[in-house]
């Protein structure tokens, strides 16, 4: 088993991702309706996925996808530095982020979803 996924599986990760799951905000539990159960596209998501150090608000594992739904703290200097940092990292490892606003799935969650749509069906065509 490779370091990171010793990590992933540690019980203080397992842990984190389950409350995280427990204490999820309006934006994301929107977001969790809309990827559910393979409701879009047919993608299989997982919520609050670990990815040491980090944990993924949604991530479809066949596509590396990760849709992060952002809210008011990211907008933040130190917010925008700290995500800049991660998403070099996910990138690192082979993953493609997507980034909602958080309000956006609240005001216009048709546009929500055609977006992550729209990146499913990119990173379907580049395979």
């Known amino acids: 088993m490779t370091e990171r996924r010793k990590n992933a599986r540690a019980p ?4 984190f991702a389950r ?22 596209r047919g993608m299989k998501f997982r919520r609050e996925h670990p990815l040491p150090p980090y944990t993924a608000d949604f991530c479809c594992l066949e596509l590396k996808l990760i849709v992060e739904v952002d809210g008011r703290h990211h907008e933040t200097d130190a917010g925008q530095a700290h995500d800049r940092k991660r998403d070099e990292f996910l990138r690192e490892h082979g993953y493609e982020v997507l980034r909602i606003p958080g309000y956006m799935a609240l005001r216009d969650p048709a546009q929500v979803l055609h977006d992550i749509e729209t990146k499913i069906d990119q990173l379907r065509g580049s395979r």
């Open 19 to 40: 409350s995280q799951r427990r204490n999820q905000n309006d934006f994301a539990a929107t977001v969790w309706q809309m990827l559910k159960n393979r409701r879009c």
């Open 12 to 15: 203080e990760a397992i842990e």
